[in-house]
């Protein structure tokens, strides 16, 4: 797909992955709806966008509410005239173990509402949005790419039970989606980025971004524009589907 003059829909892109994938994208022409929930960030988005010289609109939505993505997604196709592209990137960590227990006494145990909250935004989050944006695709005659943001975690990983269950149902979303929606032309994608620096790594301790850092063939974190470029890879390459590209620098080797 050439981006130039279609309408790219990144959710999440206030900030972090989404903001560097709007920015890297605007390079070629692409118009873009950023949705997050900071109506601050979203505007500092936008004006990044626009200095790159694309087109951009903010709106300031929960990804969780059936109501509200419905909505934004008539909103953006009222304001675009079509939605072409799908970045479903807004996702959240609430880390912790399943249990703690000691003297084998289980003195805590992972609150439902800490699993429901990641859940809602990371799983059912990116079924609303991918929904609504199918459905202007297919009534729009759009032949469009829909990429779903999961992550190397998404094969288990401590501390992660939420986290990792939401990115593996991310991923069966993604092959399920891409072998439903062919027949319309649609494409559908997933990214499995490992450790990103992003603001919250770079204001861990020395010593734990070092031992990251370590862990990593290639000897450091991946930048975020190194997942733009995997974005621009899947909407180039017509013969890419349901399937998932990891970025993580060799660590799940």
């Given at each position: 797909?050439?981006?130039?003059?279609k309408?790219?829909?990144?959710?999440?892109?206030?900030?972090g992955?989404?903001?560097?994938?709007?920015?890297?994208?605007?390079?070629?022409?692409?118009?873009?709806a950023l949705?997050?929930?900071?109506?601050?960030?979203?505007?500092?988005?936008?004006?990044?966008?626009?200095?790159?010289?694309?087109?951009?609109k903010?709106?300031?939505a929960?990804?969780?509410?059936?109501?509200?993505?419905?909505?934004?997604?008539?909103?953006?196709?009222?304001?675009?005239?079509?939605?072409?592209?799908?970045?479903?990137?807004?996702?959240?960590?609430?880390?912790?173990?399943?249990?703690?227990?000691?003297?084998?006494?289980?003195?805590?145990?992972?609150?439902?509402?800490?699993f429901?909250?990641?859940i809602?935004?990371?799983?059912?989050?990116?079924?609303?949005?991918?929904?609504?944006?199918?459905?202007?695709?297919?009534?729009?005659?759009?032949?469009?790419?829909i990429?779903?943001m999961s992550?190397?975690?998404?094969?288990?990983?401590?501390?992660?039970?939420?986290y990792?269950?939401?990115?593996?149902?991310?991923?069966?979303?993604?092959?399920?989606?891409?072998?439903?929606?062919?027949?319309?032309?649609?494409?559908?994608?997933?990214?499995?980025?490992?450790?990103?620096?992003?603001?919250?790594?770079?204001?861990?301790?020395?010593?734990?971004?070092e031992?990251?850092?370590?862990m990593?063939?290639v000897?450091?974190l991946?930048e975020?524009?190194?997942?733009?470029?995997?974005?621009?890879y899947?909407?180039?390459?017509?013969?890419?589907?349901?399937?998932?590209v990891?970025?993580d620098g060799g660590?799940?080797?």
């Amino acid at each position: 797909m050439n981006v130039e003059n279609k309408t790219i829909v990144i959710t999440g892109g206030g900030q972090g992955l989404g903001r560097a994938m709007a920015v890297s994208l605007a390079e070629q022409g692409a118009n873009f709806a950023l949705i997050d929930l900071n109506e601050e960030l979203l505007s500092e988005s936008v004006a990044l966008v626009e200095q790159a010289g694309s087109t951009a609109k903010f709106y300031v939505a929960n990804v969780t509410n059936e109501e509200e993505v419905e909505s934004t997604f008539k909103q953006i196709k009222a304001d675009f005239g079509s939605i072409d592209v799908l970045v479903n990137n807004a996702g959240i960590l609430r880390d912790g173990m399943l249990l703690k227990a000691k003297d084998g006494e289980v003195v805590k145990k992972m609150p439902l509402s800490q699993f429901q909250s990641v859940i809602d935004v990371n799983l059912t989050g990116v079924f609303l949005c991918g929904r609504e944006a199918a459905v202007h695709m297919v009534e729009n005659g759009t032949k469009g790419v829909i990429i779903n943001m999961s992550s190397i975690a998404r094969n288990g990983n401590m501390g992660q039970t939420n986290y990792a269950a939401s990115k593996a149902g991310v991923v069966a979303m993604t092959v399920t989606w891409a072998r439903e929606l062919g027949r319309y032309g649609i494409r559908v994608g997933a990214i499995a980025p490992g450790v990103i620096r992003t603001a919250m790594t770079d204001a861990m301790k020395p010593e734990m971004r070092e031992r990251l850092e370590k862990m990593k063939p290639v000897g450091r974190l991946g930048e975020a524009d190194e997942i733009a470029h995997t974005v621009k890879y899947i909407l180039e390459n017509e013969f890419f589907t349901g399937r998932v590209v990891e970025i993580d620098g060799g660590l799940s080797m």
